[in-house]
């Protein structure tokens, strides 16, 4: 939507008051009692359902199977009085904090069901709490509308619908973040003194982020220039104030960040052994060189010598363009007071200053990133986190320019309406489409998943694994009635492989010796090994993976490859 436009919208006539009293009506109406967050509502309950039909369809996540035995370690750390420290010698695992998987392993001992479906559904939670967080966030900032919006955007992102089945650190951990986010921005209204309940919310989110990834330090540092920011005009008209309200504002947030503190302590043994021990994981990962390759504009980088814009770049094309105009659209109304004209002074002030808090939680991540050039595969796997923040000022951004087109060019409101919908629609239906390989989006920058296709990264996470066993399973039974034993090779982890194979399939150590073989096309891994390919995993004409005959099949020639 090009900047000019908007910008004669602005300056076409006066505004009209009647947008400035809906918000101020809306604003009053408690939480949850306006059709839009009736819609909200709606939206969640549908995505549970949703999620409760689907859910087996994703496989087990590269990494779950070390993940899952990290919780099993630090709840052994605590039943045996402390004696128990082989969490500590762990691989690397206890550079991270552990809240996702102690709840996990503790829900398995009480719960009937498989600990990966578990595993599984409590990402889904923590999904879809993400998207309500993103709800309430916007719907603070903006009003129901821009709520409801956010949530819509948010849950047709496909890198957030596909995610929260099976990325079960990425996805608690960006929820974590959004909704500290949120009560941190309502603490910033009523600084110098927030209110107890929000610096609990604060404390709590606070821990939970830090009990998963040292990235959540981040949180301190916000809530630090949040509380500056307040400060600093007080400062240069009086002092003696500014020190009261820096009082009691320290008064107000040591307790909040206390009991952040205990949770993330509670949730990652490792930080309690040093008070430093969080800053040094957050330099570790920084610094991190394993032999890992990743994908980038048809280029295969190690994780350490991925280029300075790597994420950025896949910020860039695996989110919605729909989405990405609505946030530059907040950025534009935040930026031109004149665009805030349909709202009093006051509201356009405060709303211009939390798109402003909201754009920095989003970009100076990436500054970082970019500035020090840290280690990243996986695409933007490991910045997730920013998916709500953007969907926020998304929400918000479409929303200004509904009040604004409201009370300059009515006329055009419901063309504007009927066109976003659209586009979130379309978005919708790709997530069907790709099920339930939504992860593997990409947008019109780089025409799509086609145009991604052998350029940038693909399946990484083994999600074909159910499809192509529970497919291998019918084939076999089709060609051998009698169900003999069978080697499998897989161009993948093998617990993700036994996890859903049939007793007839057997893990093969090499792949020449295997009578079937499974891999994605990541990496050409499919062309790893011969052999009649008899099941094609396509999704929008794009083949995702295969499984290959082998029997009767030579050794390739060459070095025998080995499956990890």
């Known amino acids: 939507m090009p900047g000019s436009s908007v910008a004669r919208l602005a300056s076409a006539q006066p505004p009209r008051t009647d947008v400035a009293e809906r918000h101020r009506a809306e604003a009053a109406q408690p939480f949850g009692r306006t059709p839009w967050d009736w819609a909200a509502w709606l939206l969640l309950v549908v995505l549970a359902v949703l999620a409760a039909f689907t859910i087996t369809d994703y496989g087990v996540s590269n990494d779950e199977e070390v993940q899952h035995r990290y919780g099993e370690l630090i709840v052994a750390l605590y039943t045996s009085g402390f004696s ?29 069901f498989d600990i990966y479906l578990i595993r599984h559904a409590l990402s889904v939670a923590f999904g879809i709490a993400g998207i309500g967080a993103a709800w309430a966030t916007a719907r603070l900032v903006a009003g129901p509308r821009a709520g409801l919006l956010a949530a819509v955007l948010l849950a047709v992102t496909a890198q957030w619908y596909g995610p929260m089945f099976n990325h079960t650190k990425d996805i608690p951990f960006a929820a974590t973040m959004i909704g500290a986010t949120y009560f941190l921005l309502r603490a910033a209204r009523d600084l110098p003194a927030p209110r107890w309940r929000d610096m609990i919310g604060f404390g709590v989110l606070l821990g939970a982020a830090c009990g998963l990834r040292a990235m959540g330090l981040l949180l301190f540092g916000y809530a630090g220039l949040v509380v500056l920011a307040h400060l600093l005009p007080q400062v240069t008209q ?65 994780m ?49 200053r939390e798109i402003g808090w909201l754009w920095f939680f989003v970009l100076f991540p990436l500054a970082c990133q ?19 923040l953007l969907a926020v000022l998304a929400g918000v951004g479409f929303n200004a320019l509904f009040d604004l087109i409201a009370t300059r060019r009515p006329r055009i409101v419901m063309p504007a309406a009927i066109a976003l919908c659209a586009a979130l629609l379309w978005e919708a239906s790709l997530l069907v489409r790709l099920h339930p390989y939504q992860y593997l989006y990409y947008n019109a920058l780089v ?26 399973e019918r084939y076999a039974k089709r060609v051998d009635p009698a169900g003999e034993s069978r080697l499998v090779g897989v161009c993948g982890e093998r617990f993700s492989f036994e996890h859903e194979a049939a007793d007839q399939f057997q893990w093969s150590v090499g792949w ?33 993976g295969v499984v290959k005959d082998r029997r009767g099949f030579p050794w390739p020639t060459g070095p025998a490859q080995a499956s990890k």
Not at 448 to 459: C, P, Q, T, V
Request: hydrophobic share 55%.
């Open 304 to 352: 350490a010598n991925v280029p300075r814009w790597y994420v950025p770049a896949y910020l860039a094309i695996r989110l919605p363009l729909v989405l990405w105009a609505g946030a530059l659209l907040s950025a534009a109304f935040a930026l031109r007071s004149g665009m805030l004209a349909a709202l009093n002074e006051p509201s356009a002030t405060r709303m211009r």
């Open 512 to 544: 020449y010796e295997a009578d079937f073989f499974i891999a994605p096309t990541h990496m050409d891994c499919d062309s790893a090994n011969n052999g009649n390919p008899v099941i094609r995993i396509e999704r929008l004409g794009v083949l995702i």
């Open 447 to 472: 025409g799509g998943l086609k145009g991604a296709a052998d350029r940038y990264e693909m399946d990484y996470w083994g999600n074909m694994m159910p499809e192509a066993v529970r497919a291998l």
């Open 238 to 302: 009086d002092r003696a104030a500014a020190f009261a309200s820096a009082r009691r504002a320290a008064a107000r947030f040591l307790p909040a960040f206390l009991l952040g503190y205990a949770i993330m302590l509670a949730a990652w043994p490792w930080a309690a052994l040093d008070i430093f021990n969080p800053l040094r994981a957050v330099f570790a990962f920084s610094h991190f060189h394993y032999e890992i390759h990743t994908l980038f504009a048809g280029h295969v980088y190690t």
């Open 370 to 388: 970019v500035a020090a050039r840290g280690p990243a595969f996986t695409g933007l796997r490991h910045f997730m986190f920013l998916l709500p």
């Open 84 to 112: 128990d420290q082989n969490l500590f010698a762990y691989r690397n695992l206890y550079l991270y904090g552990g809240l996702f998987d102690i709840i996990a392993v503790l829900a398995g001992e009480v719960l009937p």
